[in-house]
């Protein structure tokens, strides 16, 4: 590796670190705006946690549980058979799941 091709990646690895710093931050931001969007009182640790994991499945994974509340094209939506199939998603039915990618 030459002295050029190190310095210019002294100067990108920061770059990455940085844009990779800010998707966390959206992603975690629009779990947090989800969990808010639900009445979470009463609700137990465990119950809290699925409801978390489901959320991050359908960001990370285009999976989205059956009444989740999503963005979707810059509306919110209840996932359900009906919006899945008018949003361009695959339902699963022996699931009850809305697949939007893969």
Not at 96 to 102: A, D, L, P, S, V
Request: proline share 1%; aromatic share 8%; charged share 25%.
């Amino acid at each position: 590796m030459n002295n050029r091709n190190k310095k210019a990646l002294i100067y990108l690895i920061p770059v990455i670190l940085i844009v990779g710093i800010i998707v966390f931050l959206i992603i975690e931001n629009e779990v947090d705006s989800t969990l808010k969007s639900w009445d979470m009182q009463g609700s137990t640790y465990k119950e809290r946690h699925r409801i978390y994991n489901d959320i991050l499945d359908c960001l990370d994974f285009g999976t989205c549980k059956e009444g989740l509340s999503v963005n979707i094209e810059g509306q919110k939506i209840t996932i359900n058979q009906k919006t899945c199939i008018e949003h361009k998603g695959k339902w699963l039915e022996e699931s009850n799941y809305c697949k939007f990618r893969g």
